[in-house]
């Protein structure tokens, strides 16, 4: 299952267009364009970590944990800028964001204005998912926190979990995943992920 199709079922998208104003299937979409993008993001994070994946674990929790997600459900309006310091978090720049963003938009017809303002949110609920479902509560241990955020991670991005034993200081198995043609720069392959969403 897509990782678009779980944040319908949380009803993740159902409350962005609400908020956005766009209908479900354009939050779909924008979904499906943007989020490869984040994933690939968060990979960069994991493979950037001391800890490996028990260090995204701790920062996700930093980010706001599971309560991101519970943030963009509740009905008020959504607070964007804990999205923004996600995004921040992953991508480094609003370069990267705005890249990101005209990418989806060719991909999908939509408005890159209306893709940046779902990015935030998206970025807030793909991060508070990965926290609820990751393990990364303050009661689990180490060890269950990384491996279930492997597991996670992995199945996101396309059912192989990553190398957990290969993480060490370099990055291992994550960052050849992370690289996928190997030129060192991973922002490429970000943002070829986002558009292989929409083929």
């Known amino acids: 299952m897509q990782i678009s199709d779980i944040l319908a079922q949380t009803g993740g998208l159902q409350s962005i267009a609400r908020e956005l104003g766009v209908s479900a299937s354009d939050a779909q979409s924008g979904a499906e364009a943007l989020i490869p993008a984040i994933l690939g993001g968060f990979k960069k994070q994991a493979q950037a970590q001391p800890a490996g994946l028990g260090g995204l674990g701790d920062l996700l929790?930093?980010?706001g944990g599971g309560g991101l997600l519970d943030q963009v459900l509740a009905p008020?309006?959504?607070?964007v800028s804990r999205g923004d310091d996600v995004l921040g978090q992953i991508f480094g720049s609003k370069d990267v964001s705005r890249t990101v963003a005209q990418n989806a938009s060719s991909q999908t017809g939509l408005d890159p204005a209306l893709l940046k303002k779902m990015l935030?949110?998206?970025a807030m609920l793909v991060a508070g998912f990965m926290a609820k479902r990751g393990g990364t509560g303050a009661d689990e241990p180490p060890a269950a926190a990384s491996g279930g955020l492997g597991g996670l991670l992995g199945g996101l991005l396309g059912g192989k979990a990553?190398?957990?034993g290969a993480m060490g200081g370099a990055g291992g198995g994550l960052g050849s995943l992370l690289d996928m043609n190997g030129d060192g720069n991973a922002l490429d392959d970000i943002?070829?992920?986002a558009g292989k969403a929409m083929r």
Do not use: V
């Open 61 to 63: 929790g930093q980010l």
């Open 76 to 79: 008020e309006p959504t607070d």
């Open 120 to 122: 935030p949110m998206l």
């Open 162 to 164: 990553p190398d957990l």
């Open 191 to 193: 943002l070829r992920m």
